[in-house]
């Protein structure tokens, strides 16, 4: 399909399935519980989001779900967390985008938390990419692709979403 096909094609499934505000029901989810990512290194991970992103660890336990796994959560604020978990003994290989599975993490920060957390990210040799001045990406330290994004929650490049 050509761009334009594309957005014939997007538009009509908006036209579907977008309803204005006042005639959407209720959401039956109370919000996103935790996103959990595999790593290949606890103390690694624990260092990146709690040491240079400033997102506190808060909890560690073993994952219930595979014997000698670490399960463990970071505060990325108003309730929200980011789960990680090893699978000692498993040789997964390199991360890779695959279809249904994870594209980026975007966190929303206050700008003042942006800019400091840009030069944490280049003071530590963290490769960043910028786009319009309000969104940095980066790789976590097993190629995960996050973003750190100055809009507040629920708005998009300067408009409601939602």
């Given at each position: 399909m050509n761009r334009a096909e594309l957005t014939a094609r997007r538009e009509e499934i908006a036209a579907e399935y977008l309803?204005?505000?006042?005639?959407?029901?209720?959401?039956?989810?109370?919000?996103?519980?935790?996103?959990?990512?595999?790593?290949?290194?606890?103390?690694?991970?624990?260092?990146f989001y709690d040491g240079l992103l400033g997102f506190p660890l808060i909890e560690m336990f073993e994952n219930?779900?595979?014997?000698?796994?670490?399960?463990?959560?970071?505060?990325?604020?108003?309730g929200n967390t980011l789960a990680y978990f090893d699978l000692p003994g498993l040789d997964l290989g390199p991360y890779q985008e695959v279809l249904g599975g994870h594209h980026?993490?975007?966190?929303?920060?206050e700008r003042s938390q942006w800019e400091a957390a840009r030069a944490r990210l280049e003071a530590a040799g963290v490769e960043t990419a910028h786009v319009d001045g309000s969104s940095l990406y980066f790789r976590g330290p097993d190629g995960e692709r996050l973003e750190?994004?100055?809009d507040p929650l629920r708005e998009m490049y300067g408009k409601p979403v939602g």
């Amino acid at each position: 399909m050509n761009r334009a096909e594309l957005t014939a094609r997007r538009e009509e499934i908006a036209a579907e399935y977008l309803k204005p505000a006042a005639q959407r029901p209720a959401t039956t989810a109370r919000g996103v519980h935790h996103v959990a990512l595999i790593c290949s290194d606890v103390e690694r991970t624990v260092q990146f989001y709690d040491g240079l992103l400033g997102f506190p660890l808060i909890e560690m336990f073993e994952n219930r779900d595979y014997e000698g796994s670490t399960h463990f959560f970071f505060d990325i604020g108003h309730g929200n967390t980011l789960a990680y978990f090893d699978l000692p003994g498993l040789d997964l290989g390199p991360y890779q985008e695959v279809l249904g599975g994870h594209h980026h993490l975007a966190i929303s920060i206050e700008r003042s938390q942006w800019e400091a957390a840009r030069a944490r990210l280049e003071a530590a040799g963290v490769e960043t990419a910028h786009v319009d001045g309000s969104s940095l990406y980066f790789r976590g330290p097993d190629g995960e692709r996050l973003e750190l994004i100055s809009d507040p929650l629920r708005e998009m490049y300067g408009k409601p979403v939602g």
